[in-house]
């Protein structure tokens, strides 16, 4: 297994042998609820601590890790493999503690402005490798305790399904983190999303919209030509009606491509009939796309227009853009460096 955390009681029953069921019940709860490592667990005899470390190993080794906002954001990247790495971040906020998660090394969906998708995609993550993750956020941010997952890190969740949706019930049932603070994003995978709907988990879905013109959609997400305006708004439309949940869109401000007059307008129509949330989020920079993100100014004219037109919206705080930490700016650290293919 990749992880610890891809041990499941029953992998952990066949591991410990012939010792007693509740060992079993220990490890799995001192992992999940206590956030322990093996050696931690001081309610088991050392020699069993001694075998769980070898035969449990961390899948996640840090090779760096960034704070910035007054010590309230961080970011880790942590290497997997020799071929593959992660970022993840944690976000301390007055009354609430999220960690945004990665569901894959790098991401195949290429959205233009993103960095993750301009370094391309390596692998899925397993399903320990998606837990490990909160494990140590959720470690670095006590005594606080993290109460929002977003799974908006590097790559696609929806394009690593099963994998995400072990993960979430892991973090669900095993952990105990409400399904009303976790939050699947998506470029717009309407199989995904139908999917999604019919889980019992009463989850958010967060859509990465960033047009509502298909032309423009097309350049800026090229996953719109598989999957179009009008096919993702009956998706949407399903998983409104079918959850009673709120949607979210989310719209990166790009100076001059998706922050017109003509923008407003056609957001506004397309959300409406979803009764969706919209987060506006000004673009951050990143290497590989040298478009400069809309202005305060009009952010604000643009909000404004919004709210006026009855679509609830609100402008997201931008955080961790100096440690490359914000939204779109996630990628393979300079530190860490690939062998060649």
Same mark, same amino acid.
């Given at each position: ?59 996640? =080794? ?76 959720? =470690? ?12 908006? /890190? ?40 139908? =999917?999604?709907?019919? &889980? ?37 439309? &399903? ?48 290497? /590989?796309?040298?478009? =400069? ?26 955080? /961790? ?21």
């Amino acid at each position: 297994m990749a992880s610890r955390y891809d041990a499941e009681i029953d992998d952990l029953s066949g591991l410990l042998g012939d010792l007693p069921a509740y060992r079993s019940r220990q490890v799995f709860e001192g992992l999940h609820k206590n956030l322990a490592s093996p050696q931690e667990m001081t309610n088991l005899p050392q020699d069993l601590r001694d075998l769980l470390e070898t035969a449990l190993p961390s899948a996640l =080794r840090e090779v760096e890790k960034t704070v910035t906002d007054d010590g309230e954001t961080t970011k880790w990247a942590f290497a997997l493999d020799e071929k593959s790495a992660i970022e993840t971040v944690l976000m301390n906020y007055r009354q609430r503690v999220t960690v945004c998660v990665s569901t894959q090394a790098g991401c195949a969906m290429g959205c233009t402005f993103c960095a993750t998708g301009q370094g391309g995609f390596f692998r899925h993550l397993t399903v320990g490798e998606i837990v490990e993750q909160y494990i140590v956020a959720a =470690r670095e941010a006590q005594p606080r305790r993290v109460t929002n997952i977003v799974f908006m /890190g590097m790559g696609e969740p929806m394009a690593n399904y099963d994998n995400m949706m072990a993960a979430v019930n892991r973090l669900h049932h095993a952990i105990g983190i409400s399904a009303r603070k976790i939050t699947i994003s998506t470029v717009g995978i309407v199989p995904g999303i139908r =999917r999604l709907t019919q &889980e019992p988990l009463q989850l958010n879905l967060a859509v990465s919209l960033h047009s509502a013109n298909d032309v423009r959609r097309n350049e800026l997400v090229p996953m719109n030509k598989r999957y179009p305006l009008s096919a993702l708004g009956d998706a949407c439309m &399903e998983y409104v009606e079918t959850t009673n949940r709120r949607l979210s869109f989310e719209w990166a401000l790009i100076d001059g491509v998706n922050d017109t007059d003509r923008d407003i307008k056609e957001l506004v129509a397309y959300a409406r009939p979803l009764k969706a949330h919209v987060n506006l989020i000004p673009l951050n920079p990143t290497p /590989g796309y040298l478009v =400069r993100g809309t202005s305060k100014e009009r952010v604000q004219e643009f909000f404004s227009a919004l709210n006026e037109q009855g679509i609830m919206t609100t402008v997201r705080n931008t955080r /961790g853009s100096e440690i490359a930490a914000a939204c779109g700016q996630l990628a393979v650290p300079v530190s860490f460096s690939r062998p060649p293919v």
